[in-house]
């Protein structure tokens, strides 16, 4: 009876050992955001960002307010930039993201969150990102999208 404790307290060491690491997915990209989420703006490269090509989609929320356009956009707007390897956007490699938070979330970045995401839409970076607001920051007259349609 005395091996049936030591089996345990091994099991909960070795499941310890191997919990899994892997990042989450965004809970601003659902899954299927291609059918929820409108095109905005069409394949192009961006410098700015490793030189990717790029199109842009925007949630629902986003979408009028961004076509028209009228700034700041609403709380609850996520923008969202497709990367790809070459210039038809065929081939997705990651995700740039932008979701505007309540105020105050980050008044010196217009309360844009940041997440970068690898293919499989999980999050390599996600918050206030100073490497992202500092570059974004030359497009304060349009809430810090720097990607017009």
Known sequence: MRILPSLVASALLLGACFQDSTPQHSSFLP?????????????????????????????????????????????GSVVVAEQHSE??????????????????YDSNAADWRWQKLDLNQRIEQDGKLQSCSSCHAKCLPADYVCSPP
């Not at 299927?32 to 842009?56: I, M, W």
């Not at 065929?90 to 105050?104: C, D, F, I």
Request: include cysteine; hydrophobic fraction near 35%.
């Open 31 to 75: 899954l299927d955001y291609q059918s929820t989420f409108p095109t905005v703006r069409d394949c192009r490269l961006v410098a700015g960002h490793q030189n990717s090509y790029e199109k842009v989609l925007v949630n629902p929320t986003a979408n009028e307010a961004y076509l028209a356009p009228s700034f700041p956009l609403p709380e």
């Open 87 to 104: 210039p038809s956007c065929g081939s997705l490699v990651g995700y740039l993201l932008m979701a505007k938070q309540k105020p105050s």
